[in-house]
T-cell receptor
Framework: GDSVTQMQGQVTLSEDDFLFINCTYSTTWYPTLFWYVQYPGEGPQLLLKVTTANNKGISRGFEATYDKRTTSFHLQKASVQESDSAVYYCVLGDWGGSALGRLHFGAGTQLIVIP | GGIITQTPKFLIGQEGQKLTLKCQQNFNHDTMYWYRQDSGKGLRLIYYSITENDLQKGDLSEGYDASREKKSSFSLTVTSAQKNEMAVFLC?????????????FGAGTRLSVL
């Protein structure tokens, strides 16, 4: 079945470090891929979205590229700030044979940025 | 812009108790969702509704009921709370059902069962 794998449960960095959060997915359809971010005390919110039509998404200094060959959708940021501390979810939207596909959430990666 | 309001923010219940969580949205979105969030497990879909009075089961519907009596509100009932259960329940809405639509989430209801 369709699934998303985030192996990193927690990432701890210092300010200005490079961020890389790993995400791989599995689907037989044409996916839409998302990164959602959840700040403490809030619900998740969309960070960026990529479809098969545009394989790279960029938002607020974060970027993610959809790689069909390796079925990966890693999240990167060149220089993190303390305010980026949050939980990041990789999400797969499968086509499912219709326009009414399902969303599959990864387990989430807790990012802690030390000032 | 709009907002999703979940009440209560914190809910403490007793084992076996029936508990109801409420969600209101003013986006005028058609589709609403209830997710359960457990640490290290991501978000799992409990119920969703594509329009008023519609209900669709998600992956985790056993032990829950839902109600969508009007477009702007969606409630979730835990039919029998389990001892020591702790989880966050997140309500969300989207303009329509579909794999490309953005979800807008509320801040969550944190449940603890004694």
């Amino acid at each position: 079945g369709d699934s998303v794998t985030q192996m990193q449960g927690q990432v701890t960095l210092s300010e200005d470090d490079f961020l890389f959060i790993n995400c791989t997915y599995s689907t037989t359809w044409y996916p839409t891929l998302f990164w959602y971010v959840q700040y403490p005390g809030e619900g998740p919110q969309l960070l960026l979205k990529v479809t098969t039509a545009n394989n790279k998404g960029i938002s607020r200094g974060f970027e993610a590229t959809y790689d069909k060959r390796t079925t990966s959708f890693h999240l990167q940021k060149a220089s993190v700030q303390e305010s980026d501390s949050a939980v990041y979810y990789c999400v797969l939207g499968d086509w499912g044979g219709s326009a009414l596909g399902r969303l599959h959430f990864g387990a989430g990666t807790q990012l802690i940025v030390i000032p | 812009g709009g907002i999703i309001t979940q009440t209560p923010k914190f809910l403490i219940g007793q084992e076996g108790q029936k508990l109801t969580l409420k969600c209101q949205q003013n986006f005028n979105h058609d589709t609403m969702y209830w997710y359960r969030q457990d640490s290290g497990k991501g978000l799992r879909l409990i119920y969703y509704s594509i329009t008023e009075n519609d209900l669709q089961k998600g992956d985790l519907s056993e032990g829950y009921d839902a109600s969508r009596e009007k477009k702007s509100s969606f409630s979730l009932t835990v039919t029998s709370a389990q001892k020591n259960e702790m989880a966050v329940f997140l309500c969300a809405s989207s303009i329509a059902r579909g794999n490309q639509n953005t979800l807008y989430f509320g801040a969550g209801t944190r449940l603890s069962v004694l």
